[in-house]
């Protein structure tokens, strides 16, 4: 109740209510100081109902050349105030009123998304000072390397990486994931995440103003203020429509004044058809459809960079997948080592030195084996990647390198060699290891489909989509045998493909519809930039896959994807609906006062509440909930909602 009269919009409406009351009274209720009420009443509704809004459409005329909707109202009341009826002007007014506070407030809902995501931010952190103890700080005072300490229950107060202890994670509100994430050393944290248990250390890796939650309320904010195509359409059409229909209004006066010879009869008319031929419910059908399909997609773990984003995965009947770390877990184990020097112990070193400078899937589970076994990694300098191919840098003793076959031949150096042949043979990912011309042996890698994978491709081909490729670098008997278990067609699967070669077969498929490309925003920065639409997965703390995608699906659960695209096909057939509903209604209006004796009330009902029905029918996205987790973002909503009330 505090926020409701906080708001002067409220205000003003239950201002014009009251008054409407008054005028009411005066008319209806018998006896002299009723009627003394009528006038008082009629000057409050037009006063607090008409002003405010004649103030804003002649401030937008002035200043920016923009005729508002508001306009068309107030002239018509003010119209019927001129022809002796200034108690249908003040029903228009005070409909209108009202009907404009619960559009704003409802719309509202579609923004708190941002205020939820604020909420949950921490205002203070336990840091340990250089002697050892911990001192509470402001999170807004953390500094890139403090080391901060977290007690169960409390909410991580910027992104870090732990330093010290082991613990559950809940991070449902950043990635959407209903069970908790065990986390240990090395491992990395987002501010708002509650430690669930255990004592952590954590060292910052960013300050409260570079954080995930930062960068989510930038795209949230950006992508509400960015306008779809068919949202620029309806602004368009409103504001030209809105001339034609004052031009109209006018052709209307002088033609019923024309048949009638009655200038207040053929005021009244014209007052009420501008009502009718109003558009306001044809402006307000698509914003508050494709704000409220944000929010709820925001709330879900999914981040569209704009309503075009929106619009444009509802169109999209082909998908093209990268394999690694996107259809697969990325959580690839090293199977067999071959080194043909027969010391694998020195070659498990180099190779995890050259791969301590990647952040790739696989080079993350060579250093995990090389650790597993007590091996430091070699010291490897002048480390550069190549992308698609691997990576180069030298030890030493020359150049030393590590990848595919591809780089393998780009060395010069043959991998046909017996022992190798037999990993080249399997169903594994093979990684060469060379200096110079000369191939030092290699490793094969496992990686397995996501449990979520199988489900959510399912599911998009239960919905329609006409064409799912996967399109990896990968050989393509690793791409076949994690292909084969997800459903995928043998010509659905394209192995071996390098960047440019994911770019090629995007734009081959865009060639025949809407394109969508799912990867992993780094190493498919390239494909992301080509499709129609690019989809970065598990882009929670990436940076890059923020940047170079147009939806990131925050958390590495591949129904996201599918939730993103139903919610997406679902908004558009909202829009539609509200945009067939609303013309129906202004049609059926304007026709019942061209041909018959349409009285202003109903005008003014026929017209508001087809305003209202649109919005209403707009928020229907933000009622469902995802079924697979129980979302902080939607807790923290509601939270601050009932501290308002």
Partial sequence: MQSLLRDSSFLLSLMTVLGMLLALAGIWLPGEWFAALSFPGLAIVYLAGGFPAGWRAVTALWREQVLDIDLLMVVAAVAAAAVGAPLEGAILLTLFSVAGTMES?????????IEALMALRPETALRKTASGSVEEVAATALEVGDIVVLRPGARVPTDGTIAVGHGGVDEANITGESMPASKGPGEPVYEATVNLDGVLDVTVTRTVGESTIARMIRLVTEAQAAKAPSERFSAWFGQRYTIAVLIGAFVAFAAFYWLYSDWQQAMYKAATLLVAASPCAIVISVPAAILSALS??????????????????????SFAFDKTGTLTTGQAVVTQIVALDEDTQGFLSLLAGLEAH?????????????????LDPAKVAGVSARPGAGITGHDGFGTVWAGNAYLAAAMGAPVEVGRLQALADSADTVIYLGRGSTVLGAVSVADEARASSGPALDALRASGVRRVMMMTGDRRAVAQRIGAGLGFDPNEIHAEMLPEDKVRGVAALADTGKVAFVGDGVNDAAALARADIGIAMGAAGSEVALQAADVALLSEDMRQLSEAHDLARRTALIIRQNLIFAIVV???????????????????????????????????????RPTRKHNVLTSASTEKREADA
């Fill in 105 to 113: 407030r409802a719309l509202g809902r579609a923004r708190h998304a």
């Fill in 296 to 317: 709820a997609a925001a709330r879900g773990g999914v981040l569209f960079k704009g309503g075009a984003a929106l619009e444009t995965l509802a169109a999209v009947d």
């Fill in 358 to 374: 990647s952040e790739h899937h696989i080079a993350t589970a060579i250093r995990r084996e090389a650790a597993k076994r007590g």
């Fill in 586 to 624: 202004m049609v059926v209006l304007v026709t019942a006062g061209l041909f018959f004796d349409l009285p202003l009330p109903l005008a003014v009902i026929g017209h508001e509440g087809g305003t209202v029905l649109v919005v209403l029918n707009g928020l229907r996205l933000l009622a469902r």
